[in-house]
């Protein structure tokens, strides 16, 4: 075997503080009491596999401003202490660059860098300096260089002033691409992206990916959605659109539990023997890989996805318009929200009852903002 392979595994979002509708009783607040290997223990004799290991980090590990009892301060919290889990796991590369690493502000943001950099655990997705360019990280095995980039295209969430990460755009990630491909054998590029709950990209979506796959990616990540989309074969290497969620609280609709671990071999040709693990969140927020029937199930319909994704590229008349595909995704996450609000109220006996009245309160206020009756409320202060 050439040794100038590696074995690469990807996963999804990994969430390791509380939703904001599991406060007090979701991911955080059920893994802080047993081991930091705890979020992963069904997976790691799968992990063990691979020589490079990257997921996206959807929460801070840090406590910095923390006010206990305060509904938007606890909400999607982390710890310091579950950096031993990510080790442990193996994680080599995690991305930040995603809508929730700022919520509370950009000191937190800094020292989880610093706590994964100092772990060994390179932090993706971080600016250079402007945060329309990513800062590239390399990882080097078997005598291959691993370039990595991260972008988040999500609209800023709980803050105004620039990001600390690398805020997409699709000409900067071309350029970026383009840059960090000269100085390596291979690039992995982590993009936080698309609408949530709809189970395919928009024609905006694939046009970036194919610009920055065409600039010089191997292999595209994506993330932020919460459901699994389809898989891109793209000149040599491929497109994930989406991984969904891997660790995670949001359990009250089947396909936010339903996600996959990407493995392939990433060579300075491209990117070989490229398959998904199937896997399916537990009630106790842990992924675990589905075996028998169950497994065939998830792949056949994540394979249903692709042969449509792969379709549409081969028929671009048949490619639905933005606007199309702008109701769609309204559709979609009208009828997610229902769904969290009736698993809100089945569960509201669990949270503590000043949070209730704080989530109510916001709730109301959210709605009212949506519907013009009064303001935005502000973003949260940065720290």
């Given at each position: 075997m050439n040794d100038r392979t590696v074995l690469f595994q990807g996963v999804g979002d990994i969430a390791l503080g509380d939703h904001p509708l599991c406060a007090g009783f979701g991911t955080h607040s059920r893994h802080r009491k047993r081991a930091p290997s705890f979020p992963f223990e069904h997976v790691t004799k799968h992990f063990d596999r691979a020589e490079v290991l990257f997921g996206n980090l959807e929460c801070t590990l840090s406590q910095t401003g923390m006010k206990a009892g305060d509904y938007n301060s606890i909400q999607m919290r982390g710890h310091e202490a579950y950096l031993d889990g990510l080790t442990q796991a193996g994680f080599d590369v995690m991305n930040l660059a995603n809508n929730h690493s700022l919520q509370h502000g950009r000191t937190p943001f800094r020292e989880t860098v610093d706590i994964l950099k100092g772990a060994g655990i390179e932090a993706a997705g971080v600016n250079n300096?402007?945060?329309?360019?990513?800062?590239?990280?390399?990882?080097?095995?078997?005598?291959?260089?691993?370039?990595?980039?991260?972008?988040?295209?999500?609209?800023?969430q709980y803050f105004t002033e620039e990001p600390l990460y690398a805020e997409g755009e699709r000409d900067r990630i071309v350029e970026d691409a383009r840059r960090a491909r000269a100085q390596c054998d291979t690039l992995v590029v982590s993009m936080h992206w698309g609408d949530e709950f709809i189970?395919?990209?928009?024609?905006?979506?694939?046009?970036?990916?194919?610009?920055?796959?065409?600039?010089?990616?191997?292999?595209?990540?994506?993330?932020?959605?919460?459901?699994?989309?389809?898989?891109?074969?793209?000149?040599?290497?491929?497109?994930?659109?989406?991984?969904?969620?891997?660790?995670?609280?949001m359990i009250w609709d089947s396909p936010l539990r339903e996600t996959a671990i990407v493995q392939c071999r990433l060579t300075a040709e491209g990117v070989r023997d490229f398959e998904l693990l199937p896997v399916r969140i537990n009630d106790d927020y842990q992924p675990q890989v589905l075996a028998g029937e169950a497994g065939k199930?998830?792949?056949?319909?994540?394979?249903?996805?692709?042969?449509?994704?792969?379709?549409?590229?081969?028929?671009?008349?048949?490619?639905?318009?933005?606007e199309q595909y702008n109701v769609a995704a309204h559709e979609e996450h009208a009828k997610s929200r229902a769904k969290s609000h009736r698993y809100f109220l089945r569960n509201a006996y669990k949270f503590p009852p000043a949070l209730v009245v704080q989530q109510l309160r916001t709730y109301v206020r959210n709605r009212l903002a949506e519907r013009g009756f009064i303001k935005q409320p502000p973003p949260m202060p940065g720290c």
């Open positions: 300096g402007d945060y329309r360019h990513c800062r590239e990280v390399f990882v080097e095995k078997n005598g291959l260089k691993i370039g990595f980039l991260g972008y988040s295209l999500r609209p800023r189970d395919r990209p928009s024609p905006d979506e694939i046009a970036t990916a194919h610009a920055v796959m065409d600039a010089g990616a191997d292999l595209i990540i994506g993330h932020h959605p919460h459901v699994l989309r389809g898989v891109e074969k793209y000149g040599r290497g491929y497109i994930v659109y989406s991984l969904g969620n891997f660790v995670c609280d199930a998830l792949l056949a319909r994540i394979g249903a996805l692709s042969d449509r994704l792969q379709h549409l590229c081969a028929n671009p008349a048949e490619v639905e318009t933005m």
